[in-house]
């Protein structure tokens, strides 16, 4: 029996040395296989660029006129021309109550529309500690506001001494000496210190303190940096560029803030600009912002004297054509 049994054990110790080769090879086939796809799919073309999403401000229905244009219509006007969010000017609004508020961002919801930015006024470049205080304590209201709306940032600006007349002269240089006794970096300062102050209660909150070029202190651009950059590192700092608030070349200008735009307001001036007019190369705008790869919003502020009704779908056909 053992000497009869001696070639069977060897066939199946022979068959056995077999399969196990043959497992192995597939196993390392199979490792394999993914690495192979994976060279394939590297090859393959890459994805579309990401569509920038476009905004419309009530701003640009409404030019501070006596009566105001309800920010309901222009919710329901930018869901019916294909806009993907409204940037609401906090001045236009008929009031802060709680149901009002309520029903914006229920409006909007049901519009499949964002409320990417509040803009507020206020003004920090004020000689009376007592002032600034005011304007601080304003600010923190409208990030309650902002919190109630479901809107994740606030258009926020310098402010200025007001020294000059606000003519076609002064858009064009937007020079404006200090008050008597002070100097621009006291108020650059007063900005920095009152922000900080901002900017504790806007961390809490998770909302976003967006700076932007709104004349005044900031028509200079080195002026603007100096206030940012000190609090940059907060997580609520941001910065808002008008393409329309530079004095002299607009493009140099934008392409120096582009790569700190949080969001970006893009003026149009059909039938002529309410306070002055600019003929802006988009295109060159376009190409700037995707240079800085930037993401966000871009919000339209239609500052022309053409009905809205035609004004504002010419600008998203523009701004559709440009940004996509």
């Given at each position: ?124 470049v004020q000689p009376k500690a007592e002032d600034r205080k005011k304007d601080v304590a304003h600010t923190i209201r409208c990030i309650n506001l902002a919190v109630q709306m ?175």
């Open positions: 029996m053992q000497e009869s049994s001696t070639p069977l054990n060897q066939e199946v110790s022979s068959s056995r040395r077999n399969w196990l080769k043959n497992t192995a090879l597939a196993g390392v086939a199979a490792l394999a296989a993914p690495v192979i796809d994976a060279s394939a799919k590297s090859a393959a073309p890459a994805p579309a660029a990401r569509r920038i999403p476009l905004a419309v401000s009530t701003y640009s229905y409404w030019h501070f006129e006596e009566k105001k244009y309800p920010i309901e219509k222009v919710i329901e006007d930018a869901a019916r021309l294909g806009f993907d969010g409204v940037e609401i000017l906090h001045r236009q609004m008929t009031d802060e109550s709680i149901p009002y508020m309520n029903k914006l961002k229920r409006l909007a919801f049901d519009n499949g529309l964002s409320l990417p930015m509040l803009s507020i006024h206020q003004s920090f479901g809107i994740p940032a606030i258009r926020m600006n310098t402010g200025s001494w007001r020294t000059v007349k606000r003519d076609a002269a002064y858009y064009k240089d937007g020079k404006e000496p200090a008050i008597q006794g002070y100097t621009d970096q006291d108020a650059i300062k007063w900005c920095i210190d009152s922000y900080g102050e901002c900017l504790v209660a806007a961390e809490k909150a998770g909302v976003v303190l967006a700076i932007e070029n709104h004349w005044g202190l900031s028509s200079n651009i080195d002026y603007l940096l100096e206030i940012y950059k000190p609090l940059s590192s907060s997580p609520a700092m941001g910065m808002n560029v008008d393409t329309g608030n530079f004095v002299g070349n607009p493009y140099p200008q934008f392409e120096r803030l582009a790569p700190y735009a949080t969001i970006v307001q893009a003026k149009t001036y059909y039938g002529g600009g309410f306070f002055y007019d600019l003929d802006l190369d988009y295109q060159k705008v376009a190409d700037i912002l995707r240079k800085a790869n930037f993401k966000g919003y871009i919000s339209l502020e239609m500052e022309g004297k053409e009905n809205p009704a035609t004004a504002v779908p010419k600008s998203l056909e523009l701004f559709r054509k440009v940004f996509s």
